[in-house]
Protein backbone atom coordinates (compact mmCIF):
# COMPACT_ATOMS: atom_id res chain seq x y z
CA UNK A 1 0.00 0.00 0.00
CA UNK A 2 2.69 2.42 1.01
CA UNK A 3 4.89 1.46 -2.26
CA UNK A 4 1.66 1.94 -4.50
CA UNK A 5 0.86 5.68 -2.65
CA UNK A 6 4.54 6.86 -3.16
CA UNK A 7 4.36 6.17 -6.84
CA UNK A 8 1.09 8.14 -7.30
CA UNK A 9 2.41 10.73 -5.25
CA UNK A 10 5.69 10.97 -6.69
CA UNK A 11 3.33 11.30 -10.15
CA UNK A 12 1.38 13.93 -8.98
CA UNK A 13 4.40 15.75 -7.39
CA UNK A 14 5.35 15.62 -11.05
CA UNK A 15 2.06 16.89 -11.65
CA UNK A 16 2.22 20.13 -9.80
CA UNK A 17 4.97 21.56 -11.34
CA UNK A 18 2.77 22.82 -13.72
CA UNK A 19 0.59 25.45 -11.83
CA UNK A 20 4.14 26.49 -10.83
CA UNK A 21 5.39 26.47 -14.11
CA UNK A 22 2.74 28.14 -15.75
CA UNK A 23 2.80 31.36 -13.07
CA UNK A 24 6.79 31.47 -13.64
CA UNK A 25 5.92 32.04 -17.06
CA UNK A 26 3.45 34.98 -16.46
CA UNK A 27 5.92 36.64 -14.04
CA UNK A 28 8.95 36.03 -16.65
CA UNK A 29 6.65 38.08 -19.39
CA UNK A 30 5.20 40.41 -16.65
CA UNK A 31 8.39 41.69 -15.32
CA UNK A 32 9.29 43.63 -18.65
CA UNK A 33 5.44 44.35 -19.39
CA UNK A 34 5.23 45.77 -16.54
CA UNK A 35 8.82 47.92 -16.02
CA UNK A 36 9.04 45.93 -13.11
CA UNK A 37 12.54 44.32 -11.78
CA UNK A 38 13.70 41.89 -9.22
CA UNK A 39 16.48 42.35 -6.77
CA UNK A 40 18.72 39.97 -7.66
CA UNK A 41 20.68 38.62 -4.84
CA UNK A 42 17.60 37.49 -2.83
CA UNK A 43 15.99 35.88 -5.21
CA UNK A 44 18.79 34.17 -6.17
CA UNK A 45 19.57 32.41 -3.21
CA UNK A 46 15.86 31.45 -2.25
CA UNK A 47 16.25 29.99 -5.55
CA UNK A 48 19.14 28.33 -4.70
CA UNK A 49 17.78 27.31 -1.80
CA UNK A 50 15.11 25.59 -3.32
CA UNK A 51 17.35 24.20 -6.45
CA UNK A 52 19.37 22.67 -3.77
CA UNK A 53 16.08 20.78 -2.12
CA UNK A 54 15.14 19.42 -4.91
CA UNK A 55 18.40 18.23 -6.10
CA UNK A 56 18.58 16.53 -2.36
CA UNK A 57 15.12 14.81 -3.45
CA UNK A 58 15.79 13.88 -7.43
CA UNK A 59 19.18 12.68 -6.46
CA UNK A 60 18.34 10.73 -3.62
CA UNK A 61 15.82 8.95 -5.86
CA UNK A 62 17.74 8.36 -7.89
CA UNK A 63 20.79 6.87 -6.69
CA UNK A 64 18.85 5.06 -4.14
CA UNK A 65 16.27 3.95 -6.00
CA UNK A 66 12.63 4.27 -6.79
CA UNK A 67 10.86 3.60 -3.69
CA UNK A 68 13.82 4.59 -1.59
CA UNK A 69 13.06 6.58 1.62
CA UNK A 70 9.49 8.60 0.53
CA UNK A 71 9.78 10.42 3.52
CA UNK A 72 12.93 11.97 2.78
CA UNK A 73 12.23 12.95 -0.90
CA UNK A 74 8.48 14.29 -0.71
CA UNK A 75 9.60 16.24 2.04
CA UNK A 76 12.33 17.99 0.76
CA UNK A 77 10.86 17.91 -2.89
CA UNK A 78 8.21 19.44 -1.72
CA UNK A 79 9.52 21.63 0.73
CA UNK A 80 11.63 23.02 -2.43
CA UNK A 81 8.63 23.05 -4.85
CA UNK A 82 7.18 25.63 -1.60
CA UNK A 83 9.87 28.10 -1.56
CA UNK A 84 9.98 28.39 -5.30
CA UNK A 85 6.41 28.99 -5.55
CA UNK A 86 6.73 31.65 -2.33
CA UNK A 87 9.55 33.38 -4.97
CA UNK A 88 7.10 33.44 -7.72
CA UNK A 89 3.53 34.58 -6.33
CA UNK A 90 4.83 36.97 -4.45
CA UNK A 91 6.60 39.17 -7.22
CA UNK A 92 3.48 37.96 -9.18
CA UNK A 93 1.02 39.81 -7.21
CA UNK A 94 2.78 43.39 -8.07
CA UNK A 95 3.01 42.18 -11.86
CA UNK A 96 -0.73 41.56 -11.46
CA UNK A 97 -1.54 44.93 -9.21
CA UNK A 98 -0.04 46.75 -11.74
CA UNK A 99 -3.03 46.52 -13.86
CA UNK A 100 -4.11 49.39 -12.54
CA UNK A 101 -8.00 48.41 -12.43
CA UNK A 102 -10.32 50.88 -10.22
CA UNK A 103 -9.94 50.31 -6.34
CA UNK A 104 -13.22 48.58 -4.94
CA UNK A 105 -12.87 49.70 -1.17
CA UNK A 106 -16.24 51.21 -1.18
CA UNK A 107 -17.65 48.74 -2.73
CA UNK A 108 -16.21 45.55 -0.32
CA UNK A 109 -17.01 47.86 2.44
CA UNK A 110 -20.50 48.20 1.14
CA UNK A 111 -21.09 44.96 1.32
CA UNK A 112 -19.51 44.11 4.72
CA UNK A 113 -22.21 46.62 5.49
CA UNK A 114 -25.19 45.44 3.85
CA UNK A 115 -24.66 41.92 6.29
CA UNK A 116 -24.63 43.90 9.52
CA UNK A 117 -20.27 43.39 9.86
CA UNK A 118 -19.45 47.02 9.81
CA UNK A 119 -15.72 46.69 10.45
CA UNK A 120 -15.12 49.91 12.14
CA UNK A 121 -16.79 48.70 15.46
CA UNK A 122 -14.89 45.28 15.55
CA UNK A 123 -11.78 47.00 15.38
CA UNK A 124 -12.90 49.75 17.81
CA UNK A 125 -14.01 46.51 20.22
CA UNK A 126 -10.38 45.17 19.48
CA UNK A 127 -8.68 47.79 20.14
CA UNK A 128 -10.35 48.22 23.54
CA UNK A 129 -9.10 45.10 24.65
CA UNK A 130 -5.41 44.76 24.04
CA UNK A 131 -5.07 41.09 25.48
CA UNK A 132 -7.19 40.22 22.58
CA UNK A 133 -5.69 42.35 19.78
CA UNK A 134 -2.57 40.66 20.57
CA UNK A 135 -3.71 37.20 20.10
CA UNK A 136 -5.11 38.65 17.01
CA UNK A 137 -1.67 39.52 15.58
CA UNK A 138 -0.19 36.38 17.40
CA UNK A 139 -3.22 34.42 15.20
CA UNK A 140 -2.59 36.31 11.61
CA UNK A 141 1.43 35.71 12.12
CA UNK A 142 0.45 31.63 11.61
CA UNK A 143 0.30 31.68 8.10
CA UNK A 144 4.13 30.92 7.79
CA UNK A 145 5.16 27.87 9.69
CA UNK A 146 2.24 25.95 8.85
CA UNK A 147 3.32 26.10 5.00
CA UNK A 148 6.67 25.01 5.89
CA UNK A 149 5.72 22.56 8.35
CA UNK A 150 2.95 20.52 5.96
CA UNK A 151 5.65 18.84 4.15
CA UNK A 152 7.60 17.60 7.23
CA UNK A 153 4.23 16.14 8.87
CA UNK A 154 2.58 14.58 6.12
CA UNK A 155 5.73 13.04 4.63
CA UNK A 156 6.71 11.77 8.28
CA UNK A 157 3.76 10.15 8.66
CA UNK A 158 3.32 8.68 5.50
CA UNK A 159 0.91 10.87 4.10
CA UNK A 160 2.37 10.92 0.49
CA UNK A 161 -0.82 11.59 -1.63
CA UNK A 162 -2.54 14.14 0.61
CA UNK A 163 0.87 16.30 0.91
CA UNK A 164 1.12 16.75 -3.22
CA UNK A 165 -2.88 17.28 -3.15
CA UNK A 166 -2.07 20.05 -0.90
CA UNK A 167 0.33 21.69 -2.88
CA UNK A 168 -1.93 21.00 -5.54
CA UNK A 169 -4.70 22.41 -4.18
CA UNK A 170 -2.45 25.70 -2.54
CA UNK A 171 -0.79 26.67 -6.37
CA UNK A 172 -4.67 26.75 -7.62
CA UNK A 173 -5.86 28.76 -4.59
CA UNK A 174 -2.57 31.10 -4.93
CA UNK A 175 -3.05 31.41 -8.84
CA UNK A 176 -6.66 31.93 -8.36
CA UNK A 177 -6.37 34.19 -5.53
CA UNK A 178 -3.65 36.62 -7.71
CA UNK A 179 -6.05 36.11 -10.85
CA UNK A 180 -8.83 37.93 -9.03
CA UNK A 181 -7.25 40.42 -6.99
CA UNK A 182 -6.14 41.99 -10.14
CA UNK A 183 -9.71 42.67 -10.78
CA UNK A 184 -10.89 43.34 -7.65
CA UNK A 185 -7.97 46.13 -6.31
CA UNK A 186 -8.33 46.97 -2.87
CA UNK A 187 -5.88 48.53 -0.25
CA UNK A 188 -7.53 47.28 3.33
CA UNK A 189 -10.34 48.15 5.72
CA UNK A 190 -8.66 51.84 7.14
CA UNK A 191 -8.60 53.09 3.37
CA UNK A 192 -12.42 52.30 3.14
CA UNK A 193 -13.14 53.88 6.48
CA UNK A 194 -10.96 56.97 5.66
CA UNK A 195 -9.01 56.26 8.88
CA UNK A 196 -5.62 56.65 9.93
CA UNK A 197 -4.18 53.00 11.29
CA UNK A 198 -2.95 55.20 14.11
CA UNK A 199 -6.79 55.34 14.90
CA UNK A 200 -6.40 52.03 16.66
CA UNK A 201 -2.83 52.01 19.04
CA UNK A 202 -3.41 48.38 20.17
CA UNK A 203 -4.08 46.68 16.77
CA UNK A 204 -1.05 45.55 15.22
CA UNK A 205 -1.26 47.15 11.62
CA UNK A 206 2.42 47.12 10.39
CA UNK A 207 0.76 44.24 7.70
CA UNK A 208 -2.07 47.43 6.33
CA UNK A 209 0.55 50.14 6.57
CA UNK A 210 2.89 47.81 4.19
CA UNK A 211 0.26 46.84 1.91
CA UNK A 212 -0.89 50.54 1.44
CA UNK A 213 2.42 51.50 0.63
CA UNK A 214 3.39 49.11 -1.96
CA UNK A 215 -0.10 49.61 -3.68
CA UNK A 216 0.22 53.36 -3.77
CA UNK A 217 4.02 53.22 -5.07
CA UNK A 218 2.37 50.51 -7.62
CA UNK A 219 -0.15 53.09 -8.92
CA UNK A 220 1.62 55.99 -8.91
CA UNK A 221 4.49 54.31 -10.73
CA UNK A 222 7.53 55.02 -7.95
CA UNK A 223 7.76 51.39 -7.06
CA UNK A 224 10.34 49.44 -9.49
CA UNK A 225 12.40 47.31 -8.16
CA UNK A 226 10.99 44.11 -6.17
CA UNK A 227 13.17 43.28 -3.15
CA UNK A 228 11.94 39.63 -2.34
CA UNK A 229 12.39 39.60 1.22
CA UNK A 230 10.66 43.02 1.62
CA UNK A 231 7.48 42.53 0.35
CA UNK A 232 4.33 42.83 1.26
CA UNK A 233 1.12 41.21 0.75
CA UNK A 234 -0.92 43.61 -1.08
CA UNK A 235 -3.73 41.13 -2.00
CA UNK A 236 -6.78 42.28 0.01
CA UNK A 237 -9.58 40.19 -1.85
CA UNK A 238 -9.72 37.59 -1.89
CA UNK A 239 -8.04 36.97 1.21
CA UNK A 240 -4.92 34.05 1.16
CA UNK A 241 -4.64 34.01 4.77
CA UNK A 242 -8.42 32.20 5.09
CA UNK A 243 -7.65 30.64 1.84
CA UNK A 244 -4.50 29.06 3.78
CA UNK A 245 -5.99 28.49 6.88
CA UNK A 246 -8.79 26.27 4.84
CA UNK A 247 -5.78 24.37 3.24
CA UNK A 248 -4.15 24.17 6.33
CA UNK A 249 -6.80 22.64 8.11
CA UNK A 250 -7.89 20.65 4.98
CA UNK A 251 -4.53 19.07 4.96
CA UNK A 252 -3.60 18.19 8.59
CA UNK A 253 -7.22 17.13 9.90
CA UNK A 254 -6.43 12.93 9.24
CA UNK A 255 -3.02 13.97 11.49
CA UNK A 256 -4.34 12.27 14.58
CA UNK A 257 -3.35 14.58 17.34
CA UNK A 258 -2.25 17.38 15.28
CA UNK A 259 -5.64 17.88 13.11
CA UNK A 260 -7.63 19.25 15.74
CA UNK A 261 -4.95 21.99 17.43
CA UNK A 262 -4.42 23.01 13.89
CA UNK A 263 -7.98 23.13 12.98
CA UNK A 264 -8.26 25.76 16.20
CA UNK A 265 -5.08 27.39 15.44
CA UNK A 266 -6.79 28.36 11.81
CA UNK A 267 -9.96 29.38 13.15
CA UNK A 268 -7.65 31.80 15.27
CA UNK A 269 -6.34 33.02 11.85
CA UNK A 270 -9.86 33.08 9.96
CA UNK A 271 -11.28 35.68 13.35
CA UNK A 272 -8.00 37.50 12.92
CA UNK A 273 -7.88 38.28 8.91
CA UNK A 274 -10.31 40.99 8.92
CA UNK A 275 -8.90 42.93 12.07
CA UNK A 276 -5.55 44.12 11.15
CA UNK A 277 -6.96 46.43 8.22
CA UNK A 278 -5.81 44.94 5.48
CA UNK A 279 -8.89 43.26 4.82
CA UNK A 280 -12.76 43.45 4.56
CA UNK A 281 -14.60 40.56 6.09
CA UNK A 282 -16.12 39.67 2.45
CA UNK A 283 -12.25 38.89 1.67
CA UNK A 284 -12.55 36.49 4.34
CA UNK A 285 -15.46 34.88 2.69
CA UNK A 286 -13.88 34.98 -0.74
CA UNK A 287 -10.58 33.58 0.27
CA UNK A 288 -12.34 30.72 2.04
CA UNK A 289 -14.47 30.45 -1.51
CA UNK A 290 -10.83 30.17 -3.54
CA UNK A 291 -10.12 27.67 -0.91
CA UNK A 292 -13.14 24.73 -1.49
CA UNK A 293 -13.08 25.61 -4.98
CA UNK A 294 -9.01 25.04 -5.06
CA UNK A 295 -9.77 21.63 -2.73
CA UNK A 296 -12.50 20.56 -5.36
CA UNK A 297 -10.57 20.66 -8.40
CA UNK A 298 -7.65 19.35 -7.18
CA UNK A 299 -10.14 16.14 -5.69
CA UNK A 300 -11.48 16.28 -9.19
CA UNK A 301 -7.75 16.28 -11.19
CA UNK A 302 -7.15 13.51 -8.81
CA UNK A 303 -10.26 11.44 -9.53
CA UNK A 304 -10.00 12.09 -13.11
CA UNK A 305 -7.01 10.73 -13.30
CA UNK A 306 -7.70 7.06 -11.58
CA UNK A 307 -10.83 7.00 -13.79
CA UNK A 308 -7.84 7.86 -16.34
CA UNK A 309 -5.33 5.13 -15.30
CA UNK A 310 -7.62 2.71 -15.22
CA UNK A 311 -8.64 2.60 -18.32
CA UNK A 312 -5.50 2.95 -19.82
CA UNK A 313 -4.71 -0.87 -17.74
CA UNK A 314 -7.56 -2.38 -19.39
CA UNK A 315 -6.72 -4.46 -22.09
CA UNK A 316 -8.34 -4.35 -25.23
CA UNK A 317 -10.32 -7.08 -26.13
CA UNK A 318 -8.88 -9.56 -28.05
CA UNK A 319 -10.25 -8.89 -32.06
CA UNK A 320 -13.29 -11.19 -33.29
CA UNK A 321 -12.38 -13.81 -35.99
CA UNK A 322 -14.75 -12.67 -38.72
CA UNK A 323 -14.50 -15.56 -42.31
CA UNK A 324 -13.22 -13.63 -44.90
CA UNK A 325 -14.58 -13.70 -48.43
CA UNK A 326 -11.28 -15.56 -49.62
CA UNK A 327 -12.07 -18.20 -47.21
Known amino acids: MVDTD???????????????????SLLALGLPFTGLSLEPVAYCVTLAIAAALLALAYGHRIVKGELA??????????????????AIVGPLSYVAGKLNWPLQDQALLAIDRAFGLDPEPIARYVNDHPWLADCLARGYALIKLPL?????????????VRLQLFMLATSLALAGTIAISAVVPAIGTYWG??????HFPEINTAIYAGQ?????????????????FFLSGIVSFPSFHAASAVLYMW??????????????LNLLMILATPVIGAHYIIDVAGGIAVAAGSIWATKFCFQWRGRASRTSAVPAPSPVWQPSLAE
Open 6 to 24: ARTAWQLFHLNWLPIATMG
Open 69 to 86: DPKLVFSLGTLGQIILTC
Open 148 to 160: LGIPVVLALTARY
Open 193 to 198: LQLPAA
Open 212 to 228: LRDILALRDDSLHELRL
Open 251 to 264: ALWPVRGIGGIAAA
